[in-house]
T-cell receptor, first 117, second 112 residues
Framework: GAVVSQHPSWVICKSGTSVKIECRSL??????MFWYRQFPKQSLMLMAT?????????EQGVEKDKFLINHASLTLSTLTVTSAHPEDSSFYIC?????????????FGAGTRLSVL | DAKTTQPTSMDCAEGRAANLPCNHS???????VYWYRQIHSQGPQYIIH???NNETNEMASLIITEDRKSSTLILPHATLRDTAVYYC?????????????FGAGTQVVVTP
């Protein structure tokens, strides 16, 4: 299957700082990318959907000013957690898909574990 | 997108076939059934998907009932590395961008 690379895999930061997470599709062009968040013992929750060159669409309850998403190219999307606080500590996972058809496969990165002190 | 119902957990014996059920009684005609799994502390891994015909690949088989209201994922020879949470997801393009929404999934534990 296609490869989605996510970096870093683990990050620890102080409260009030910003953290950027990168997501790259290595062997295909990702028209659409997704960002998920997962708390311990819970399922993945979709945060936002982004399409190359346009603004991200955020799910209800997700603060767009706190979670900045940039999908600058067909192979790169970034998620910036601004002014991080301990409650933002979570497992963040990106996903990428080529095209918008329902039959197209969505591939996932390995995830980034964020710990805010 | 249609919702799915899966058992909370299942135990499987190593080397035996694992049959994972999923109910999606409100599925509509243009919605696909996707299966992913998530091994602890990793990103989800794509397994298989189908519309109405049975599908098989190197990882698993997907059996979809004729009325499409349920499906079964079959892992033919379960190994300890198949221990994971398995998610059955229905997705169509009626929802904007065809988003994958994850439910609770089935925790599968393969034992020696």
């Amino acid at each position: 299957g296609a490869v989605v690379s996510q970096h870093p895999s683990w990050v620890i930061c102080k409260s009030g700082t910003s953290v950027k997470i990168e997501c790259r599709s290595l062997d295909f062009q990702a028209t659409t990318m997704f960002w998920y968040r997962q708390f311990p013992k819970q399922s993945l929750m979709l945060m936002a959907t982004s399409n190359e060159g346009s603004k991200a669409t955020y799910e209800q309850g997700v603060e767009k000013d706190k979670f900045l998403i940039n999908h600058a190219s067909l192979t790169l999307s970034t998620l910036t957690v601004t002014s991080a606080h301990p409650e933002d500590s979570s497992f963040y996972i990106c996903s990428a898909r080529q095209g918008v058809l329902a039959k197209n496969i969505q591939y996932f990165g390995a995830g980034t574990r964020l710990s805010v002190l | 997108d249609a919702k799915t119902t899966q058992p909370t957990s299942m135990d499987c014996a190593e080397g035996r076939a694992a049959n994972l059920p999923c109910n999606h009684s409100t599925i509509s005609g243009n919605e696909y059934v996707y299966w992913y799994r998530q091994i602890h502390s990793q990103g989800p891994q794509y397994i298989i998907h189908g519309l109405k015909n049975n599908e098989t690949n190197e990882m698993a088989s997907l059996i979809i009932t004729e009325d499409r209201k349920s499906s079964t994922l079959i892992l033919p020879h379960a190994t300890l590395r198949d221990t994971a949470v398995y998610y059955c997801i229905v997705r169509g393009w009626t929802d904007s961008w065809g988003k994958l929404q994850f439910g609770a999934g089935t925790q599968v534990v393969v034992t020696p």
